[in-house]
C-alpha cells in the first residue's frame, strides 16, 4: 500500500498547480455587469469617490518624506516588443529685445500610455473583442483614441499604500526569472511585515526586477517573476485600487500554462476593472521597510489613450 499511498501524496501536492495552470476567461454573462455598475469606466478608481480612501493615506503623514517610485524616461530604459520614445531638442525662438530671451522645446514621438513607469487604463487589453464592463472593440476604438474607457476618466489618486516586499520574504533580493508569486507568499509577506490590506488601497509588489531596469534590460523584458492567477484573483477580492510592481507585467511570464498569454492582465483590467501599474522603482521604499505610506499619481490626460507613464511617489 506505501507506493500507492506515495501516489496519492504527490498527485495531492500538484492539483492545486494544476488547479491554478487551468484558468480560462469568465464569459461576458458572468462578469458583466461590472461590480461598480453598467456602463462605467471607472472601474477600481471609483474608491476615489469615498473620502476615507484619501484620509486613510493623509493619516499616514508624519515627517513630510518623499520618496519617488518612478524611473526617469531616457533612452537607457528597457523597452518591451516595438516600443519606443524618442526627444529631439528644438531651438524654438531668439526673441528680440533687449534682454535677448531664447527659449528651447522639445519634440517628443513615442508611446506615453505604455512606455517606463506606465499606468495601465481599462482599453489597454481585451478578451478576443470585449474590455472591461463588456464595451466592444469596435464600439469604442478609433483612430483617434478611443471613446470609452480612455485613461484621462481616471483622474487624480491618493490612497494608502502598502508595499508586500515578497522578494524580501523569500530571504533574496531578486526572484527568479520565472517564479510565480502565490497567495501564501502575498499572506506570509503581510504577516512577516505585520500590515493588512483595506479596501482602496494601492497594492505594491517588490520582486526585485526592478534592480535590472537600465541595467539588463535584455534580461529584463525576456520573462520575469509575478503573481499568478490564483494570487491575482486573491488580490482582486482585497478590493484595491491599483495593483503595482517593479516589473514590466505585474505578473510571472511566460505563464506556466503555455496556452496562456499574460492572464493576470485580463483578470486585473478586463474582468474586474483594476488597474496596473508597472515598471515601479521600489529600491527606496524596500530598503526603508516602508511598508505603509500615503500613495500619490495622476496620470496623463490623454484623451482616449489606453494608458499613460506616471510619475508616482511615496509620502510619509
Known sequence: MRPIRSAFVLLSLALPLLASAQW????????CPSKWGAGDERGSGNHMKNPETLLRGARLIKTGEVIELGHVLGPGMPFFGPRLLNMITKRTFMNPGANARG???EIMTGE????GTQFDGFSHQTHGESL???FKQADISTRSGFTKLGIEKVGMLFARGVLLDVAGFKGVEILGDTYEITV?????TLAKQAVKINPGDAIIINTGWGRLYGKDNARFVKSTPG?????AEWLVKQDPLLVGSDNWPIEVSPNPDKDLSLPVHQIFLVVAGVHLLENMKLDELVAKKAYEFAFTMQP?????????????????
Open 24 to 31: 480560462r476567461p469568465p464569459t461576458e454573462a458572468q462578469r
Open 112 to 115: 506615453f500610455g505604455q512606455v
Open 132 to 134: 472591461y464592463n463588456c
Open 103 to 105: 527659449s528651447n522645446e
Open 184 to 188: 501564501a507568499d502575498l499572506e506570509g
Open 227 to 231: 503573481v499568478g492567477t490564483a494570487a
Open 300 to 316: 496623463l490626460k490623454l484623451q482616449g489613450a489606453s494608458g499613460s507613464t506616471v510619475a508616482p511617489a511615496a509620502i510619509r
